[in-house]
């Protein structure tokens, strides 16, 4: 057969209001970019006519501008799940103008599948290939994209000549049996490819083709500072002590890495720690630092759901694609972010708090307890199940006004009961094996600022005894005080002495 190529207008015309629409990609990488424009400017002139359009979306985490963005600042989204990092996307949902579902990145797929959160009406897809006997090539992410493909009524792919066809053969595609009928995920290492290098599905179901040229909008990163270098060393001096003392074997384990700032800086210093040897990778983003170590040896592997490079550094893999081949695989969501490999594999898991508590539990999502910032993303999949997982987090924010250490985390996504390793500027809290006391007195010597420790300490002796001590009217006196006056350092705990 032979496709049936439209224009994205054209493709966006096939999805109607009420559809849910299921995307490929996580972060922006691989993320269709034409038709989720085409489908904005279909709901700005439907509004303009007083009908209603919205969709619902499904991926695999955030997308782009020209997805989440567009859609979002013309009201056309009703439900999206999961992770996101827009800005006008979190603006509209902190409103409470969307149904944002902000689930662990592993279960999206599972979800969609499990019918939680109704039907896929059409599955748009950025593809490097598409064969007519219905073979898609994924680009730079592997996402939910096989699930919605195959559950979808209709998909509309976008053959995007900006992304190399050497990406052929790099993805390993593999859909789990759902319960009762799910065996062993049989990834022993994380170079084994268990699956196919594409996503069969049947030619018919594809509606439509839309060639396009864009490439991946992809965010570029600060440089490093002096902080977030402090940071990644504290995390390189942590995990090479660890090494030194045999509780990481000296081959080292997988690492799984977040996105961002820190975790480049603390890729790069991992990579400078020669006492360390060169390691894998067995995560959910690839980003420019860990291609760098790639090249400089220093990482020999790395399996991922999606590469969250530069478009720059995405060039020089389709460049080096010779070189990459054999080192880099990617994989759908919700096998990069499997609890049951993660656990298998020993993985050293490093994500970013917002704030923590005394205890060691975290705030990966909201603002003040209330407001949303971008999601869990897959650092509960991993947090959860790790060999030892690591949260890292800059001691203060807004000038020091706001501890990032907290009597009491103002919303709650990992718990102390699975976070091992605080790190911030000022230290390393090594919460392994310890009580709630112990915890509470690590992460305030080793982890708060020198501006806040004595408020904390201060908190501990308002707490009285327990197995784990608040004062429970106090608990967040801090973040009160933020509110009226700020700053958290004008809290007053003779305000909430008996
Ligand atoms: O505010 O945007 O106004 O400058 O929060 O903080 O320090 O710029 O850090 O961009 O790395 O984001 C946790 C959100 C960190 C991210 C989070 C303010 C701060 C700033 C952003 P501005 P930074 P980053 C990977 C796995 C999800 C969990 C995870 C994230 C803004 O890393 O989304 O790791 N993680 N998932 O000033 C008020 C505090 C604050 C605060 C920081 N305590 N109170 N504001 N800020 N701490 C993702 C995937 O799975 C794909």
């Not at 070189?323 to 594999?345: A, M, T």
């Not at 003040?368 to 030892?388: L, Q, V, W």
């Not at 707490?463 to 933020?482: D, E, N, Y």
Request: a negative charge; charged letters at 20%.
């Amino acid at each position: 057969m032979s496709f049936n190529f439209i224009s994205a207008a054209e493709a966006a015309s096939l999805v109607k209001h009420g559809y849910n629409i299921g995307l490929s990609g996580f972060t922006p990488a691989g993320t269709p970019k034409a038709v989720t424009a085409e489908i904005a400017k279909i709901a700005e002139e439907e509004h303009a006519k007083g009908n209603p359009f919205q969709i619902g979306i499904f991926t695999g985490a955030s997308t782009g501008d020209s997805c989440d963005g567009v859609l979002s600042r013309v009201k056309a989204i009703r439900y999206r799940a999961p992770y996101t990092t827009n800005k006008d996307f979190r603006t509209a949902v902190n409103n409470g103008e969307i149904a944002y579902n902000d689930i662990h990145l592993s279960q999206m797929a599972q979800e969609v599948r499990y019918g939680f959160m109704g039907k896929v009406n059409v599955a748009i897809i950025e593809a490097c290939e598409v064969t007519a006997d219905g073979k898609i090539y994924l680009t730079a992410a592997g996402g939910i994209a096989p699930t919605v493909c195959r559950l979808a009524d209709q998909i509309i792919v976008e053959l995007n000549s900006a992304h190399s066809k050497n990406m052929m053969g790099m993805h390993d595609v593999y859909e789990p049996l759902d319960p009762p009928y799910r065996r062993e995920i049989p990834i022993y290492k994380p170079s084994d490819r268990i699956g196919l290098p594409y996503i069969q599905v049947d030619p018919k179901k594809i509606i439509g083709v839309v060639e396009v040229n864009k490439p991946d909008e992809a965010r570029s990163f600060a440089a490093a500072d002096p902080l977030t270098d402090k940071i990644g060393q504290n995390v390189a001096d942590f995990l090479a002590a660890d090494m030194k003392r045999g509780v990481i074997p000296s081959t080292f384990l997988p690492l799984q890495s977040g996105v961002g700032n820190i975790a480049n800086a603390v890729l790069g210093a991992l990579g400078r720690d020669k006492t360390i040897p060169a390691f894998e990778m067995y995560t959910e983003v690839i980003q420019d630092s860990v291609i760098a170590l790639m090249r400089e040896g220093r990482i020999k592997f790395g399996s991922t759901c999606s590469l969250t490079v530069t478009n720059d550094c995405l060039q020089g893999i389709y460049d080096d694609i010779d070189f990459f081949r054999d080192k880099l695989i990617l994989r759908p969501s919700e096998i990069s972010n499997n609890p049951e490999v993660v656990r298998r594999l020993g993985l050293i898991s490093i994500n970013t708090a917002i704030e923590a508590d005394i205890y060691g539990n975290i705030n990966s999502t909201h603002i003040g307890g209330t407001k949303m910032m971008n999601g869990i993303g897959g650092s509960g999949d991993f947090t959860r199940n790790a060999f030892i997982s690591i949260f890292t987090c800059p001691s203060v924010a807004k000038d020091g006004k706001i501890s990032s250490i907290v009597p009491m985390v103002s919303h709650q996504d990992h718990s102390e009961h699975s976070v091992n390793i605080l790190i911030t500027e000022q230290g390393v809290a090594d919460l392994r094996g310890k009580s709630p006391v112990e915890r509470a007195q690590a992460i305030i010597e080793n982890c708060a600022h020198p501006d806040y420790k004595e408020i904390l300490w201060d908190y501990m002796k308002l707490s009285g005894k327990g197995q784990t001590p608040h004062c429970v009217q106090a608990a967040l006196g801090m973040h009160a005080a933020l509110n009226r006056t700020g700053d958290m350092k004008n809290v007053n705990w003779a305000d909430f002495a008996k």
